[in-house]
């Protein structure tokens, strides 16, 4: 006969998929009752309407059922106020990192000195030339390589994040703690999960900084992301200024056309980085041509562009993507209307952009 000691043991590899920790660990797992081969219990989600609801009451299920149990029956209920600001205080656990001059604390152990989270800040000189495509298919690729990754999408104006990834779910709030929504292996967190009805964002520039600290400080990113990517406005305003104070360990990616006044304007981008002290990892050319359906490319936006900031900036050119739109389609389960299939021509120029990438930052780190 099944023991309750057995089912806990059994539901200690199930973790809630948000917080990536055991629903056991989280004390999730309450009024067990065993009646033969019957297993009844009660999971305690941390919110009601918890969005993963469905796949831990599977996971649940399958986990008991390979003990033995020929039946399981699920009650769900939802944590106390009390429960969740306790739950909160512990994920928001650890170290505090030292803030710059004048700035609140930072809380998240991410931005401690001993983190292991690679950061990337990826830019451009202006606005138009694909810089949250190439973030969010940087991100996916590497993921897809099995990294874990994060993306912070930092555009407050401008941002795009969650409509190229297609993401409809809001992130779930415990306490004070926020969790970050997962798409396609990747965590995001995003001011526009946060507007409503596409609304435009009326803000100046410490509101901005502010907003930065907060995907910090209140998000839980977990102690376990290689990268963390963030998508930056284009230019060298607020943002980018906050993005080199708190984060100098931080490195870059400049996006830019092959157009000679992109690639001019990319360069103030890329000086900005340098005089900071950021390591540039590389060029990216976007829409670097448009390939015809018999074969011939034709450069749209001219040639050259992303090989010459290249050269400016003493930094490679990391690669070239051409125009071409995602194969996708909106009734596909993983429909995205940004992010390419990782076996299309596109799709495997950013895999080998994503195994540089992580070539270059692991090198370094084991200097």
């Not at 205080?89 to 809380?107: D, S």
């Not at 190229?164 to 709030?173: A, D, G, K």
Request: negative net charge; proline residues 6%; contains cysteine.
């Amino acid at each position: 006969m099944l023991t309750k000691e057995q089912v806990l043991e059994a539901l200690r590899d199930v973790k809630d998929p948000e917080i990536n920790r055991s629903l056991v660990e989280l004390n999730m797992i309450r009024d067990i009752r065993i009646d033969g081969e019957t297993v009844s219990l009660t999971v305690v989600l941390t919110i009601t309407g918890c969005p993963l609801k469905a796949k831990i009451e599977q996971d649940v299920i399958d986990a008991l059922k390979q003990l033995g149990a020929k039946e399981v029956r699920l009650q769900f209920g939802a944590m106390t106020d009390e429960e969740r600001a306790a739950l909160s205080a512990q994920l928001r656990g650890g170290q505090t990192p030292a803030a710059p001059a004048g700035q609140a604390p930072l809380l998240n152990p991410i931005l401690a000195k001993d983190s292991h989270t690679t950061f990337i800040a990826i830019t451009s000189g202006k606005g138009g030339v694909g810089k949250s495509t190439v973030t969010v298919n940087l991100a996916v690729s590497l993921a897809r390589m099995g990294k874990r990754v994060g993306i912070i999408d930092a555009d407050i104006y401008g941002f795009s994040v969650p409509d190229m990834m297609n993401i409809e779910q809001r992130p779930t709030v415990i306490g004070e703690t926020i969790l970050p929504v997962e798409q396609f292996g990747v965590k995001v967190m995003s001011m526009g999960f946060f507007v409503e009805d596409n609304s435009p964002v009326i803000w100046r520039g410490p509101m901005l900084g502010k907003m930065l600290r907060n995907f910090f400080t209140e998000v839980h990113w977990g102690d376990d992301l290689d990268y963390l990517l963030l998508d930056l406005p284009p230019g060298t305003g607020d943002m980018a200024l906050d993005v080199h104070t708190m984060i100098p360990q931080s490195k870059e990616i400049i996006v830019t056309t092959p157009h000679p006044t992109a690639s001019f304007v990319a360069a103030r981008a890329g000086a900005m980085a340098k005089r900071t002290g950021h390591e540039i990892l590389g060029v990216v050319e976007n829409m670097a041509w448009y390939e015809a359906k018999d074969g011939s490319k034709e450069y749209v936006f001219g040639k050259g562009g992303g090989a010459k900031l290249a050269e400016v900036l003493s930094t490679e050119l990391l690669a070239q993507i051409p125009l071409g739109q995602p194969d996708n389609h909106p009734a596909e389960p993983d429909y995205s209307p940004s992010v390419y299939r990782a076996d299309s021509p596109i799709g495997k120029l950013y895999l080998d952009m994503a195994k540089r990438v992580a070539e270059k930052c692991e090198a370094a780190i084991g200097q």
